[in-house]
């Protein structure tokens, strides 16, 4: 796992940290560069990841691990934070009433919503906050806590703040990314395998093609600013 964590060139700072930017609401917003804490947060998630890689790969491929920590970047930032705070577990930002709303099966979500809900195993009121997206690629629902209790030996269901622990957010990224387990089918090595780059569909591997677009600039800027063979 060649992968080491290079300051950028200081006339480089200011270009680097426009690139990458934040998102509120949809709209992109500049920020400062990585502060104490998300530089820390990044060195312990590469010590992990380095620490867990070959449990899952067979080979180092920089590819895989540029897109990793892209799509962390995209799928776990603590942006309600000042300045936002990057590449560490995080628990969606939302608010009991919201969730239950959004992921709920009770009285105040809508017919389409609970439905969905009930479909992804959210059948108890309180399901929609308790199953809310947590670790590094934001797992959700009831049903995807139970898959990965079973996968990880761990009980998610009862103590969902688990999947908050770098180590277990982390086994279930490279997991789940290595076999195709968040959707059926889409893994790392059907894009990115070999000579292949195709960074687009890629993000088919978590939950389709939304931020496609953020994703692709993060694993780019990633690739050329944080990581170096």
Same mark, same amino acid.
């Given at each position: 796992?060649?992968?080491?964590?290079?300051?950028?060139?200081?006339?480089?700072?200011?270009?680097? *940290?426009?690139?990458?930017?934040?998102?509120?609401?949809?709209?992109?917003? @500049?920020?400062?560069?990585?502060?104490?804490?998300?530089?820390?947060?990044? *060195?312990?998630?590469?010590?992990?990841?380095?620490?867990?890689?070959?449990?899952?790969?067979?080979?180092?491929?920089? *590819?895989?691990?540029?897109?990793?920590?892209?799509?962390?970047?995209? &799928?776990?930032?603590?942006?309600?934070?000042?300045?936002? &705070?990057?590449?560490?577990?995080?628990?969606?930002?939302?608010?009991?009433?919201?969730?239950?709303?959004?992921? $709920?099966?009770?009285?105040?979500?809508?017919?389409?919503?609970?439905?969905?809900?009930?479909?992804?195993?959210?059948?108890?009121?309180?399901?929609?906050?308790?199953?809310?997206?947590?670790?590094?690629?934001?797992?959700?629902?009831?049903?995807?806590?139970?898959?990965? =209790?079973?996968?990880? @030996?761990?009980?998610?269901? @009862?103590?969902?703040?688990?999947?908050?622990?770098?180590?277990?957010?982390?086994?279930?990224?490279?997991?789940?990314?290595?076999? $195709?387990?968040?959707? =059926?089918?889409?893994?790392? =090595?059907?894009?990115?395998?070999?000579?292949?780059?195709?960074?687009?569909?890629?993000?088919?591997?978590? @939950?389709?093609? $939304?931020?496609?677009?953020?994703?692709?600039?993060?694993?780019?800027?990633?690739?050329? =600013?944080?990581?170096?063979?």
């Amino acid at each position: 796992f060649p992968v080491t964590i290079e300051p950028p060139h200081p006339k480089a700072q200011h270009h680097d *940290k426009n690139k990458f930017g934040a998102y509120e609401q949809g709209e992109k917003i @500049n920020i400062s560069q990585l502060n104490d804490a998300s530089e820390g947060n990044l *060195k312990n998630l590469l010590d992990e990841m380095k620490r867990q890689y070959s449990s899952y790969f067979e080979c180092f491929n920089f *590819k895989y691990v540029a897109y990793m920590l892209s799509t962390i970047r995209i &799928e776990s930032y603590s942006y309600w934070s000042r300045p936002p &705070e990057f590449f560490r577990p995080v628990a969606e930002n939302i608010t009991y009433e919201k969730a239950e709303r959004d992921y $709920g099966c009770g009285d105040s979500a809508s017919f389409v919503n609970r439905q969905r809900a009930i479909a992804n195993g959210n059948t108890a009121v309180g399901d929609g906050y308790k199953y809310r997206g947590r670790g590094l690629v934001q797992l959700t629902w009831k049903n995807g806590y139970e898959r990965w =209790s079973n996968e990880m @030996n761990a009980d998610f269901i @009862n103590q969902p703040d688990l999947v908050m622990n770098l180590d277990y957010a982390v086994s279930i990224m490279m997991k789940g990314m290595s076999e $195709g387990l968040f959707r =059926s089918g889409h893994c790392l =090595s059907k894009y990115l395998g070999g000579d292949k780059r195709d960074y687009y569909n890629a993000r088919l591997i978590i @939950n389709g093609l $939304g931020m496609v677009g953020r994703t692709k600039q993060s694993n780019s800027l990633i690739s050329q =600013s944080v990581l170096r063979k």
